[in-house]
């Protein structure tokens, strides 16, 4: 599989088995496919401690703690999209820019209103869509209120979204080619 749709763990020097989404702590890492079944098999089954050769102590909680360091590294994106200049928010702002083809990637919270969201979707055509947050989140995540619309620049950042958003659908069990909602 392709590394962008694998999740790295590593075993930390007490035996437990540590989340490295980031693939930067030391160690041999552990791949598995960004995807719920995938983690819940190979929690149940044993197949990080196989993999590791030794005993590792798994937490009941490790899907669940990864889904949340996934959610906070996608928003932390967009925060620091948004502070380089590579985010717009707000409805009519993000429609022009629809229009203008400068989106990479649509960002819409996903208790926005159906037809605000219909209506820029339309626009996206071929643009990834996704609407993976609520508002709340959007909004605390880009220091604004009422964040329901946000669109992405082309560029590294918009890709590191998009690769942080497809490991958190798989994980989260949403399918989907267009729209991760």
Known sequence: M???ALLRFVVDPAGALVPDLGE?????????????????????????ARAARRPIAVAPDLI?????QLTARALDILG???????????????????????VA??????????????????????IPVIAQFDGAALS?????????????????LADRFLRESARLAGVRGISGDRDMA
């Open 2 to 4: 392709p590394r962008d």
């Open 80 to 102: 620091l999209a948004r502070r380089a200049g590579a985010l717009i928010t707000g409805f009519d702002k993000v429609q022009r820019a629809l229009t203008e083809r400068r």
């Open 64 to 68: 669940d703690e990864v889904e949340r």
């Open 24 to 48: 930067s702590l030391p160690g041999r890492g552990l791949w598995v496919s960004a995807e719920r079944a995938a983690l819940e098999k190979a929690c149940e089954r044993g197949l990080f």
């Open 105 to 126: 990637v649509l960002v819409e919270a996903s208790d926005g209103a159906r037809h605000g969201r219909a209506r820029l979707g339309a626009l996206a055509r071929d």
């Open 140 to 156: 605390r995540s880009l220091g604004r209120e009422n964040v329901v619309h946000a669109a992405l620049a082309p560029g590294r």
